[in-house]
């Protein structure tokens, strides 16, 4: 007799504990030899700095016990190595450790700062003398300055904005670059590059001579300065003219010139963290690597810099998705690069020259190809004659579907909201799709990767665009035959999850049940509660406050609750400050209240995001039960 599995009910090699156990990669750096390549992985919530060369079979660690994390804003910017020292940051200070000791006194981390605020992208100057960070104390960002072994005091270089982020020195030493904002705008709708002098202060610490402004604005975005080795040019990245594109700045002419980039595809991503590298120098400074993102997709290109001429460069077709590039000065290029059937892995190569090389691998690859299923670009109308865009995972496991039986769909919405979901490898999407479900996820009104213009169009209608395009993707999905349309649901963490509640209110009956993670649920308490980071940030999406107040009551789901009918399961961490858990129990108070079936999950010892292997084992065991018995069982 043949076998039939329901849909959303096949066995699936990807349980809840094997979700626990995959690594996240954050930076990577070479050490200014070329010969050593460090890289920051995470699990369990603790964050280690790897370390290998061409010639050792198995990387190295560094840090002890010590857990690597940046502490500002969103993180990133963790560690960066130079003249064989990694310096980075843990317990709220900077630590140096040799790669290599030749001192038992030396094998042992050792902090150069005390241990007050926040640290995070620290650099090097080039004759290994000084460490320039990023600091952030008592809600004040400032550019900080320390010697190299931590003999003396850090001193302010500059704090005369709201924020910074991503020091450069300049190959003589004598210049830094560095990226400036301030509130209300967040760093991806306005931001300055700043230059200025080196010069030796008193006490003997280097002090900064009179800032200029090379580029940017409040309305123009501009991001991830670089020098060359050399040091005739300055290259950063930049979307004035609306898509974010490679410019490069002779310093000693002053001519700028737009090096990379076109409409249709994007070079630069929003800076919600520290230190992006989505480009970096040649050894020889002829050539600039870059990724180019275009429908989802991204890949590595190289620009010749003195004839402008592009390619893409050869040896990493099976990636879909690359990220974190930098260069050594031997000649080889390090990324995370990920494929829509490969996981997330550090690779590396030498251009034109051989075959890539996996440095590291984040999960065990054991799914077999034929479960795995591959993102399909889809596109669809949305309201008020708009074109929203997503990615359409279908079911692929083992399971043995009755024909004409249609699966099950997830709506997953991103973060952000400013951000966007890549063609890639997703653990957290074939966890659903090895069980029989679609995946839809959907890049909204609001979303990058489409240029500036698209990303803007979310401003004013945060919490009606958004809502809007995950409806109507759900719609289309099903009006295609890829679903059934009697068994959706929906997902998404923080402005996603603002979007899940939205959603729910505005069109009810859509979704047979929504999760919501640590999602926002009241817009007043966001603007007063939320960090220095985001505080103005619904300024531009739905308006300033107190002119705005009408607006902040119609599109906050906790005014609107009454409108639930539908089964909500929520899931916050206890010690979450961007998002405060009691915006989490507002919205439960009120569900109970009306009598909506709904859970409620919180995680002690958990921010913003899961980072601890027992929180991702239970979030995904509570989920996929919330999803049995109110989606395939209602």
Same mark, same amino acid.
């Given at each position: 007799?043949?076998?039939?599995? +329901?849909?959303?009910?096949?066995?699936?090699?990807?349980?809840?504990?094997?979700?626990?156990?995959?690594?996240?990669?954050?930076?990577? +750096?070479?050490?200014?030899?070329?010969?050593?390549?460090?890289?920051? =992985?995470?699990?369990?919530?603790?964050?280690? !700095?790897? &370390?290998?060369?061409?010639?050792?079979?198995?990387?190295?660690?560094?840090?002890?016990?010590?857990?690597?994390?940046?502490?500002?804003?969103?993180?990133?910017?963790?560690?960066?190595?130079?003249?064989?020292?990694?310096?980075?940051?843990?317990?709220?200070?900077?630590?140096?450790?040799?790669?290599?000791?030749?001192?038992?006194?030396?094998?042992?981390?050792?902090?150069?700062?005390?241990?007050? #605020?926040? &640290?995070?992208?620290?650099?090097?100057?080039?004759?290994?003398?000084?460490?320039?960070?990023?600091?952030?104390?008592?809600?004040?960002?400032? !550019?900080?300055?320390?010697?190299?072994?931590?003999? !003396?005091?850090?001193?302010?270089? /500059?704090?005369?904005?709201?924020?910074?982020?991503?020091?450069?020195?300049?190959?003589?030493?004598?210049?830094?670059?560095?990226?400036?904002?301030?509130?209300?705008?967040?760093?991806?709708?306005?931001?300055?590059?700043?230059?200025?002098?080196?010069?030796?202060?008193?006490?003997?610490?280097?002090?900064?001579?009179?800032?200029?402004?090379?580029?940017?604005?409040? =309305?123009? +975005?501009?991001?991830?300065?670089?020098?060359?080795?050399?040091?005739?040019?300055?290259?950063?990245?930049?979307?004035?003219?609306?898509?974010?594109?490679?410019?490069?700045?002779?310093?000693?002419?002053?001519?700028?010139?737009?090096?990379?980039?076109?409409?249709?595809?994007?070079?630069?991503?929003?800076?919600?963290?520290?230190?992006?590298?989505?480009?970096?120098?040649?050894?020889?400074?002829?050539?600039?690597?870059?990724?180019?993102?275009?429908?989802?997709?991204?890949?590595?290109?190289?620009?010749?810099?003195? /004839?402008?001429?592009?390619?893409?460069?050869?040896?990493? =077709?099976?990636?879909?998705?690359?990220?974190?590039?930098?260069?050594?000065?031997?000649?080889?290029?390090? $990324?995370?690069?990920?494929?829509?059937?490969?996981?997330?892995?550090?690779?590396? !190569?030498?251009?034109?020259? #051989?075959?890539?090389?996996?440095?590291?691998?984040?999960?065990? =690859?054991?799914?077999?190809?034929?479960?795995?299923?591959?993102?399909?670009?889809?596109?669809?109308?949305?309201?008020?004659?708009?074109?929203?865009? #997503?990615?359409?995972?279908?079911?692929?496991?083992?399971?043995?579907?009755?024909?004409?039986?249609?699966?099950?769909?997830?709506?997953?919405?991103?973060?952000?909201?400013?951000?966007?979901?890549?063609?890639?490898?997703?653990?957290?999407?074939?966890?659903?799709?090895?069980?029989?479900?679609?995946?839809?996820?959907?890049?909204?009104?609001?979303?990058?990767?489409?240029?500036?213009?698209?990303?803007?169009?979310? $401003?004013?209608?945060?919490?009606?665009?958004?809502?809007?395009?995950?409806?109507?993707?759900?719609?289309?999905?099903?009006?295609?035959?890829?679903?059934?349309?009697? @068994?959706?649901?929906?997902? #998404?963490?923080?402005?996603?999850?603002?979007?899940?509640?939205?959603?729910?209110?505005?069109?009810?009956?859509?979704? @047979?049940?929504?999760?919501?993670?640590?999602?926002?649920?009241?817009?007043?308490?966001?603007?007063?509660?939320?960090?220095?980071?985001?505080?103005?940030?619904?300024?531009?999406? *739905?308006?300033?406050?107190?002119?705005?107040?009408?607006?902040?009551?119609?599109? /906050?789901?906790?005014?609107?609750?009454?409108?639930?009918?539908?089964?909500?399961? *929520?899931?916050?961490?206890?010690?979450?400050?961007?998002?405060?858990?009691?915006?989490?129990?507002?919205?439960?108070?009120?569900?109970?209240?009306?009598? *909506?079936?709904?859970?409620?999950?919180?995680?002690?010892?958990?921010?913003?995001?899961?980072?601890?292997?027992?929180?991702?084992?239970?979030?995904?065991?509570?989920?996929?039960?919330?999803?049995?018995?109110?989606?395939?069982?209602?």
């Amino acid at each position: 007799m043949e076998r039939h599995d +329901a849909y959303g009910l096949w066995p699936s090699p990807l349980t809840p504990a094997a979700m626990a156990q995959a690594l996240r990669y954050g930076g990577l +750096a070479w050490d200014t030899s070329g010969e050593h390549l460090v890289w920051l =992985e995470a699990r369990d919530g603790h964050g280690t !700095l790897s &370390w290998g060369d061409d010639s050792a079979d198995a990387p190295r660690t560094l840090g002890g016990d010590l857990s690597v994390r940046a502490g500002v804003g969103y993180g990133g910017g963790d560690f960066t190595v130079a003249h064989g020292v990694a310096y980075f940051v843990a317990e709220g200070r900077l630590f140096r450790q040799p790669l290599e000791p030749v001192a038992i006194e030396d094998a042992r981390p050792r902090p150069i700062t005390p241990a007050y #605020g926040g &640290w995070a992208s620290p650099t090097v100057s080039p004759d290994g003398r000084w460490v320039a960070a990023v600091h952030t104390y008592e809600d004040r960002d400032s !550019l900080v300055v320390v010697d190299a072994e931590g003999a !003396l005091w850090p001193q302010v270089l /500059s704090g005369e904005s709201d924020f910074c982020m991503q020091p450069r020195w300049h190959p003589s030493g004598t210049q830094m670059a560095w990226i400036a904002w301030d509130h209300p705008q967040m760093p991806f709708q306005g931001a300055r590059l700043v230059l200025a002098d080196v010069v030796g202060g008193a006490d003997g610490l280097p002090r900064l001579g009179e800032r200029t402004v090379l580029a940017g604005s409040s =309305e123009v +975005a501009v991001s991830q300065p670089e020098f060359s080795p050399d040091g005739r040019y300055l290259a950063y990245l930049s979307d004035e003219t609306g898509w974010g594109a490679l410019y490069l700045r002779d310093l000693v002419t002053g001519e700028t010139r737009l090096l990379a980039g076109e409409e249709g595809a994007e070079i630069s991503v929003p800076a919600w963290v520290q230190d992006m590298r989505t480009y970096a120098w040649s050894a020889d400074g002829e050539a600039i690597y870059y990724c180019r993102h275009a429908e989802g997709y991204a890949h590595l290109w190289a620009v010749h810099v003195a /004839s402008g001429r592009r390619f893409m460069v050869p040896g990493l =077709e099976t990636y879909s998705h690359i990220a974190q590039v930098v260069a050594s000065p031997g000649g080889q290029v390090a $990324c995370v690069a990920t494929g829509t059937a490969v996981p997330r892995r550090i690779v590396s !190569l030498r251009p034109r020259r #051989g075959p890539e090389r996996v440095r590291a691998r984040s999960e065990q =690859e054991t799914l077999p190809p034929a479960a795995i299923s591959i993102p399909q670009p889809v596109r669809w109308p949305s309201t008020d004659g708009r074109e929203a865009y #997503g990615l359409f995972f279908p079911p692929r496991g083992a399971g043995r579907p009755t024909e004409g039986e249609r699966p099950p769909l997830l709506v997953r919405v991103h973060g952000g909201p400013t951000s966007q979901v890549f063609a890639e490898y997703s653990a957290a999407v074939q966890f659903f799709t090895t069980r029989g479900y679609a995946v839809l996820e959907v890049n909204y009104c609001g979303s990058t990767g489409y240029g500036r213009a698209y990303a803007q169009g979310l $401003c004013g209608a945060w919490g009606l665009a958004d809502a809007d395009d995950a409806v109507t993707g759900a719609r289309y999905i099903a009006e295609q035959g890829w679903a059934d349309p009697d @068994r959706m649901a929906i997902m #998404g963490g923080s402005a996603g999850g603002y979007t899940v509640l939205q959603s729910l209110i505005r069109y009810p009956g859509v979704f @047979r049940a929504g999760l919501c993670l640590y999602g926002v649920v009241d817009l007043f308490a966001l603007a007063a509660d939320t960090h220095k980071f985001e505080r103005h940030y619904t300024d531009s999406l *739905v308006g300033p406050l107190p002119a705005a107040a009408a607006v902040y009551r119609e599109r /906050s789901p906790l005014f609107h609750a009454d409108q639930i009918r539908d089964p909500v399961a *929520v899931f916050q961490g206890e010690e979450d400050r961007v998002v405060p858990k009691e915006q989490a129990e507002a919205i439960v108070a009120a569900l109970r209240r009306n009598g *909506v079936p709904h859970e409620y999950h919180v995680y002690p010892g958990e921010g913003h995001g899961w980072r601890r292997a027992a929180t991702i084992e239970q979030f995904y065991t509570a989920a996929l039960s919330f999803l049995t018995r109110h989606v395939l069982y209602a």
